[in-house]
C-alpha cells in the first residue's frame, strides 16, 4: 500500500490547492471538493496515460510543419 499512497498524496495534495481556490478549508464541505477534484486529475491522468502514444504522435506531427 505504500507505493499507492505515494501516487495518491501528490494529487491530492495539488486537489487541495485547486479546492482552496473555491471553497474555504473551514468550509463543511471543502474535503468533498477535494475529492471531486482529486477524482477529475486521476481521470484526466488515466486519459493521458490511456491516449499517450497517439498524443505524442500529434505533437511529433505538429512539431514537423
Do not use: C, H, Y
Not at 8 to 29: H, K, M, Q, T, Y
Amino acid at each position: 500500500m505504500p507505493v499507492l499512497s505515494w501516487l495518491l498524496r501528490p494529487i491530492l495534495f495539488l486537489a487541495a490547492i485547486i479546492a482552496g481556490w473555491f471553497v474555504a478549508e473551514d468550509a463543511a464541505n471543502f474535503s468533498v471538493v477535494q475529492m471531486v477534484i482529486a477524482v477529475f486529475l486521476i481521470t484526466a491522468a488515466v486519459v493521458v496515460a490511456a491516449f499517450w502514444e497517439a498524443l505524442a504522435e500529434k505533437l511529433r506531427e505538429r512539431g514537423t510543419e
